[in-house]
Each structure stands twice: as C-alpha cells, then as structure tokens.
C-alpha cells in the first residue's frame, strides 16, 4: 500500500455515562443520522481511506441499524474496559488481517461527529510532509526529537485558571500561561506498529493515557499539533449536543 493511504480506527465502545442518556450517545440521531454515521462519513469517503475498524461494546444493540446504512462494509471489533483498550482491539485487528506495521492509522472518537474532510487532509498531509518513508530512517536526528505522527489539536484560547477547594467551593488564585498549550482533538495520526506497541506497553504497565499520543509521548516520540477546528467537538454534555445540533443542522442543508 502507498503511504498516502490510511485506516482509520474508531472507538465506539463508550456508555457515554456523562451525558447521562439511555442511549450511548454516539447513537443519538442528529440531523437525520446518528453521530456514529456523522463521524464515520468523511473517512469513508475519502479515497485515500483504506477501511475502518470500529470497536463495539459486547451488548451493543444499535450498531446493526448503522452498519446498513454505510458507504463501505467495514470491520467490527469488541472493545475493552477503556477507550484505550478499544483502540487495541481495533490495532490488534489490523495485524491479524496483515496490515503492515509502517502503515498509518488515523484514530478518531465516535463521539466526534462534526470532523471535516478539510481537517482530515490537513493533519494527512502534515504528517506525510515530515514523515521518511520507511522506519528506522535517521533523517529526523536524534531519539529525543522523534516526531512520529500528529494530532488534530486547537490552541487555547481562554484565560486558564487553576481551581483549588475552598471551603467547599472551587476558587481560583492562580492564572495559568496559556503560551504553548493546545486542546487534542481527533483523528490522531501514527504508524499501526509503533502506536500498538506504544498502547501495549501502557497495558503491560497498568497506566491509561488519555489519547494516543501520550501513549506515544510516554515512548519518546511526539506529535505534530495540526490546527483543527473549533467545530470539532467531542459530545460529553447536554451543551456540547446542543452546539453540534447548529454545526451538523448547517451540514446537513449544504449541497454535497
Ligand atoms: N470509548 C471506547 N471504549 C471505552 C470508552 C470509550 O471505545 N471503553 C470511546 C467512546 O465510545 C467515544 C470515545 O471513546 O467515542 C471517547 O470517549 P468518551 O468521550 O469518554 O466517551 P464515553 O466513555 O462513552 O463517555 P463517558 O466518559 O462520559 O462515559
Ligand atoms: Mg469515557
């Protein structure tokens, strides 16, 4: 396969126990179609997407009504305890079905519907830019500066404060800089082999990074940070449905 193609993993295996619904939220239907649907469209779509792997919670009921509905049949893994777990499953697929280990991965929450194609591209086209065709290339120089794939990721753009306990309330004494730091997004983009045995090895350690590229960190390697958009929301919240209503409502309406 050219290294201008990719996979895309999709964890979809969450209970969505934040927002509180009886349904897991990545099947709440939005628009026409369920978020799930909205997330995995532009992937699908896009040539340069070699398939999907997406990981299911055991008892999941709503996926069958979803899958009759894609572009492309795609693979279906079982997911795990965390969402890191999922993504295992979905690296661990790959190998078995005999994707090579230099091949990229795009990882993407379910529970971000409104991704673009835009922001697809551009994160795609930033890693290719900086990235030497094969492994063990010693172009990039030494260990500590590895760069080995990149994020979707959005600068801050707040005034940071640190919350601290006071009297039973959250009261704030401290303002943080926001120089330098950037919310992550999704997809986040690595090699199948040195993101799976970056997330195994945080299994054989017992810790749980919070994306794929504190895996990666935690190995030495970093990410580039690509712009996202501000659109790109991860449904945890009542408010973050209402705000993806607008974006996917204004989607919908847009001639394809
Ligand atoms: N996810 C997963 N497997 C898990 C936990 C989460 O595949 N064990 C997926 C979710 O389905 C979601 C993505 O990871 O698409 C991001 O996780 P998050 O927003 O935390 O979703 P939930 O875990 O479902 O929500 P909550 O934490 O509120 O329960
Ligand atoms: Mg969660």
Not at 48 to 59: F, I, R
Not at 90 to 100: D, F, N, P, S
């Amino acid at each position: 396969m050219a290294s201008n193609r990719y996979w895309l993993v999709l964890p979809a295996a969450g209970v969505g126990k934040r927002l509180g619904s009886s349904t897991p939220k990545q099947y709440l239907r939005v628009a026409g179609h369920s978020l799930i649907e909205w997330a995995l469209r532009p992937f699908l779509e896009d040539r340069a997407c070699e398939n999907a792997v997406v990981a299911l919670a055991t008892a999941d009921a709503n996926w069958a009504g979803v899958r009759s509905q894609l572009s492309r049949a795609v693979y279906e893994v079982p997911g795990g305890a965390e969402r890191r777990d999922s993504v295992l499953a979905a690296l661990r697929h790959l190998k078995e079905i005999g994707v090579a280990d230099e091949e990229w991965v795009l990882v993407h929450d379910a529970a971000r519907p409104c991704v673009s194609r835009a922001e697809i591209t551009a994160l795609c086209q930033a890693v290719w830019q900086v990235s030497p065709e094969s492994h063990g290339s010693d172009r990039q120089g030494p260990e500590s500066q590895r760069i080995e794939g990149g994020i979707l990721a959005l600068p801050l753009t707040d005034t940071v404060k640190r919350g601290a306990l006071e009297h039973g309330q959250v009261a704030s004494r401290d303002t943080l800089s926001r120089e330098g730091l950037w919310r992550a997004l999704t997809p986040q983009m690595f090699r199948l082999g040195a993101l799976r045995e970056a997330l195994e090895a945080t299994a054989r350690e017992g810790r749980v990074p919070t994306d794929e590229a504190q895996a990666m960190e935690w190995q030495g390697a970093g990410a580039l940070l690509v712009a996202g958009e501000a659109t790109n929301i991860k449904v945890t919240t009542q408010s973050d449905l209402t705000l993806i209503e607008g974006v996917l409502s204004h989607r919908a309406r847009e001639p394809r």
